[in-house]
C-alpha cells in the first residue's frame, strides 16, 4: 500500500470535534425553552428560603421561612441570564473551567488528527478487537464505570469521543452507540458510586458518616448495574450491524501489514501516552485532598493537554507555528459549546435569583413527612429527580439537601439510604436531562439531537429507573 493510499484510508476515519448544526439548534432551542418555564415558575411558586451556616455553608434544617422576593429576574434579565450566570452566578468559576477544558480538547484532536494519530489508534483497536467487537463493550463499560464510579469523571471523558465515534464508524455501529460508549457508561458509574469524592464523598462528609458506609451495598449496584448496561450497549450495536446490513469492510480496517501496524502502533503510543498522561493528572488532583479542595482538577487536565499537545505537535507537524494554526482551528470549531453551556447553568442562576429552590424542597419534605418508608424513599427520588433538573452540580444539590434530610430525618430513612437516593439522581439524570451540560454537549459534538437520544436510550432510562427504586427498596427493607 502506498502513501497516497494510506492517507485515503486514513481520511474515511476522520473524527474532528464538530457541531451539527441541526442539533446545535435543538439543544439551544430546549434550553432557552426550559429558562423560559422556570423564569415563569418564579412567579407562580412563593420565594422561600432556610437559613445557611455562613462557616459550613450548610443549610439549617427547620430554618424555612416564605419571603418577599426582591430578586425575581423581571423577564427580559430571563434573556441576559445566561451572561450574568458566567459573570455573577454561583459556580461561575466551573463554567469557566468546562469552556476551557472544551475548547483545549477541540485544539487538541484537531492536531491529532492533522498528525495521523487518532486514525493509529482507531486501526490498531478495530485491528485487535473486529472479530471480538462485543468483547471490547465490556472492557470499555467496566473502565468508564470505574472512572466515573470511583474518581467522579464524565466532563472530562469528553476526550474520547472523537476517538470513539471513528472506532464506531469502523465497527459499523451509529454515532449514538458511539455516544451511549462515554455518557451511558459513565453516569451508570455515577449512579453506582463507590468512592467519587463528588457524590458519595461530599455526601458522607455532609451526613457525617463513613464513606466506607454501605460500601457493600453499593459495590453489589454496581455488578448488577455493570451486567445490565453491557448487555443494553451490545444489544443495541447488534442492531446497528443490522440497520447497517454490513459492516465496513473488515479489510479495509483490519489485517494490517507489518509495515502498516509498526506506523500506526508508533503513532498510537504517542497519543495513549498523552491520554495516560491526562488521566494521571486527573487522578492525582481527585486523589489527594489539598488539589482536590482546590476544585482545579479540570484546569489541571487542560494544563496536561496543552503540554502535551504542542509537544507531539512540533515533532509529528513539524512546528509550533503549524501545531499553533491546528490548534486554533479546533478550539474555534468548539466555540459553540460557549452558548450551550451557559443556557444549561442559566436555568439554576434564574431559579435562585427566584428564590424557588428551598420552597419546593419544604413542599415536598413535609409531604413526605408521615408517610411510609417505602413511599418516602420514593417520594425523596423523586425530590432529588427534581433538583438535579435545576443544580446538575453534585457538590450544590448536596450542600442544599443532605444537611436538610440527614439532619430530620425520616422514619426508616438512614443516612445511607439519603445517599443512595442522591446517588441515584446525580448520576441517572447525566443522562436524561438537557441541563446536563456533559450530555447537551456530548450529543452536540456527535450530531446526534436530543430526541434521537430520547428514542434511543428510551427503553434503558425506565429500566434504570426502575431497577434504582427497587434497589432503595431494598435498602429500606434490610435497615440498610
Known amino acids: 500500500m502506498n502513501n497516497k493510499e494510506k492517507t485515503n484510508k486514513g481520511k474515511e476515519l476522520n473524527s474532528d470535534l464538530k457541531f451539527g448544526l441541526k442539533s446545535f439548534i435543538t439543544i ?7 429558562m423560559i418555564f422556570v423564569g415563569i415558575l418564579t412567579y407562580v ?36 441570564a445566561p451572561i450574568e450566570a458566567l459573570l455573577f452566578g454561583e459556580g461561575n468559576f466551573n463554567i469557566v473551567q468546562i469552556i476551557a477544558v472544551l475548547l483545549v480538547l477541540g485544539g487538541t484532536f484537531k492536531v491529532l488528527d492533522k498528525a495521523g494519530l487518532l486514525v493509529a489508534i482507531v486501526h490498531i483497536v478495530v485491528d485487535k478487537f473486529y472479530e471480538k467487537r462485543y468483547l471490547l463493550i465490556w472492557i470499555i463499560t467496566l473502565v468508564m464505570m470505574l472512572l466515573a464510579s470511583c474518581f467522579g469523571l464524565q466532563e472530562e471523558l469528553l476526550i474520547l469521543f472523537p476517538i470513539f465515534l471513528a472506532m464506531s464508524k469502523a465497527m459499523g455501529w451509529s454515532k449514538e452507540q ?8 459513565t453516569g451508570v458509574g455515577f449512579t453506582t458510586a463507590m468512592f467519587n469524592p463528588f457524590t458519595v464523598g461530599v455526601a458522607s462528609d455532609l451526613a457525617e458518616i463513613s464513606v466506607l458506609d454501605g460500601l457493600w451495598f453499593r459495590l453489589l449496584m454496581f455488578v448488577v448495574l455493570y451486567f445490565f448496561t453491557c448487555i443494553y450497549l451490545t444489544h443495541m450495536a447488534k442492531k446497528d450491524e443490522k440497520r447497517n446490513v454490513k459492516i465496513e469492510n473488515d479489510q479495509q480496517f483490519t489485517h494490517l501489514t507489518q509495515e502498516e501496524k509498526q506506523e500506526y502502533s508508533n503513532k498510537a503510543k504517542m497519543a495513549c501516552a498523552l491520554f495516560l498522561g491526562a488521566l494521571l493528572v486527573i487522578v492525582i488532583s481527585s486523589a489527594i485532598p489539598f488539589l482536590a479542595d482546590l476544585g482545579l482538577g479540570m484546569v489541571f487536565m487542560a494544563l496536561a493537554f496543552l503540554v502535551g499537545t504542542f509537544v507531539i505537535g512540533k ?20 466555540s459553540p459549546s460557549i452558548v450551550i453551556i451557559l443556557l444549561a447553568f442559566s436555568v439554576k442562576y434564574i431559579a435562585e435569583r427566584g ?18 418508608p417505602y413511599l418516602s424513599v420514593v417520594v425523596l427520588y423523586l425530590i432529588i429527580l427534581i433538583f438535579e433538573f435545576f443544580i446538575p452540580g453534585s457538590l450544590a444539590k448536596a450542600l442544599l439537601l443532605i444537611p436538610l434530610l440527614t439532619l430530620s430525618p425520616l422514619p426508616g430513612i438512614s443516612a445511607n439510604i439519603i445517599i443512595l437516593a442522591f446517588l441515584f439522581g446525580d448520576g441517572y439524570t447525566n443522562v436524561l436531562y438537557p441541563t446536563c451540560g456533559t450530555l447537551v454537549v456530548g450529543l452536540s459534538l456527535s450530531n446526534v439531537s436530543f430526541v434521537s437520544w ?27
Open 315 to 334: 515533532k509529528s507537524l513539524g512546528s509550533i507555528k503549524q501545531t499553533l494554526k491546528a490548534f486554533l482551528t479546533g478550539a474555534k470549531d468548539l
Open 454 to 480: 430520547l428514542k434511543r436510550t428510551g427503553l434503558f432510562q425506565i429500566l434504570l429507573f426502575i431497577i434504582s427504586v427497587a434497589f432503595l427498596m431494598f435498602a429500606v427493607y434490610i435497615g440498610l
Open 28 to 34: 439551544c432551542s430546549i434550553l432557552f425553552g426550559i
Open 45 to 80: 411558586v412563593p420565594a422561600g428560603q432556610y437559613l445557611v451556616d455562613k462557616q459550613t455553608g450548610k443549610v439549617i434544617p427547620n430554618s424555612f421561612s416564605f419571603i418577599e422576593s426582591t430578586t425575581t429576574l423581571p423577564v427580559w434579565r430571563w434573556l441576559t
Open 178 to 185: 458511539a455516544v451511549s460508549l462515554i455518557l451511558i457508561t
Open 355 to 372: 428564590n424557588i429552590l428551598h420552597t419546593t424542597f419544604y413542599y415536598c419534605y413535609n409531604f413526605m413527612s408521615g408517610q411510609s
